[in-house]
């Protein structure tokens, strides 16, 4: 459910976006997700459907476009893909440091709409 809220947002920006453009019509909307985000395209679509009911927006396609769990490490400065389910405590794949910090893999943002 927690889709819901966030949908709202994302509309509001899209709406935004589009009358700062004077768009007669939203087609699509691309979201960048990280993968940590336990976010389903299915839902947002439905939910987008339902919020967007009699707008210009009515009928847009919602895009996920997926970004990896990355960290990065504080010594050597690589960014390496981790398996974010495992309890495993991440370490650098180069240096083998333990100090590493998130990269991406959190993130949930509009990235561009397109519209007529
Ligand atoms: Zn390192």
Not at 69 to 74: F, I, K, L, N, Q
Request: proline content about 3%; hydrophobic content about 40%.
């Amino acid at each position: 459910m927690h889709e819901l809220p966030l949908t709202y947002r994302i509309f509001d920006q899209a709406m935004k976006a589009a009358e700062e453009n004077k768009a007669v019509r939203i087609d699509a909307v691309y979201l960048r997700v990280g993968e940590m985000r336990d976010f389903v395209e299915e839902i947002t679509q439905k939910y987008w459907d339902y919020i967007s009911r009699g707008t210009i927006a009515e009928g847009a396609r919602i895009r996920f476009l997926r970004v990896p769990a990355a960290a990065r490490c504080s010594a050597c400065g690589e960014i390496f893909n981790f398996d974010w389910r495992s309890k495993e405590p991440t370490t650098c794949l180069k240096c083998g440091g333990e100090d590493v910090s998130l990269y991406s893999g959190s993130e949930l943002e509009v990235v561009r709409i397109a519209i007529v």
